[in-house]
C-alpha cells in the first residue's frame, strides 16, 4: 500500500502534514520496526493530539486489526519513540496503570477507539509507517 499524505486545517489557519502508510501485513513489533526503516522512514511516532487523530482514521477499516503497532517501546524503566522524539503527549486510557511497569507487554500499539496499549510485541497486527 502506498503512504498517504493527511493534512489537517488547525483553528489557526496553519496546515499540519503527516504522511502515513498503514501496512496490510501483520507483523510482530520488531518486524513491523524492520519493514517501516527499510520501505519508509520508521514505525510512526504520535506527538500531539491532532498526529493521534490523523493515524486513528488511518486504522478505521474492517480490514485493520483491532490495534495496529506504534513507535512506542518500553526500554529500561520508561516508555520512549525510537524515533528519539520526546514522549510529550500521551493517550493512555484514563486509570490504566498497566503501562507504568510492564513486565511483559512491552511494545506499544494504538487501539481502533484511540487509546494506546501495552502490548506483547510478539503478537502479529497492522502497523503505521511514516
Not at 507483523?27 to 506527538?47: I, M
Request: glycine share 6%; net charge negative.
Amino acid at each position: 500500500m502506498s503512504p498517504k499524505l493527511d493534512c489537517m486545517c488547525l483553528q489557526d489557519a496553519r496546515f499540519f502534514c503527516f504522511n502515513l502508510m498503514v501496512d496490510d501485513g501483520k507483523k510482530t513489533w520488531e518486524e513491523a520496526l524492520e519493514h517501516c526503516r527499510e520501505t519508509h522512514t520508521d514505525l510512526t511516532s504520535l506527538n500531539s493530539e491532532t498526529e493521534q487523530r490523523l493515524a486513528l482514521s488511518e486504522i478505521q477499516h474492517d480490514h485493520i486489526t483491532e490495534r495496529v503497532w506504534i513507535g512506542l517501546r518500553f526500554f529500561g524503566d520508561r516508555w520512549l519513540w525510537v524515533n528519539g522524539d520526546p514522549l510529550v503527549y500521551e493517550a493512555w486510557p484514563e486509570g490504566d496503570q498497566e503501562h507504568q511497569c510492564p513486565l511483559r507487554k512491552r511494545c506499544g500499539a494504538l487501539t481502533k477507539e484511540g487509546h494506546w496499549e501495552n502490548w506483547d510485541c510478539e503478537e502479529k497486527v497492522h502497523f503505521i509507517c511514516y
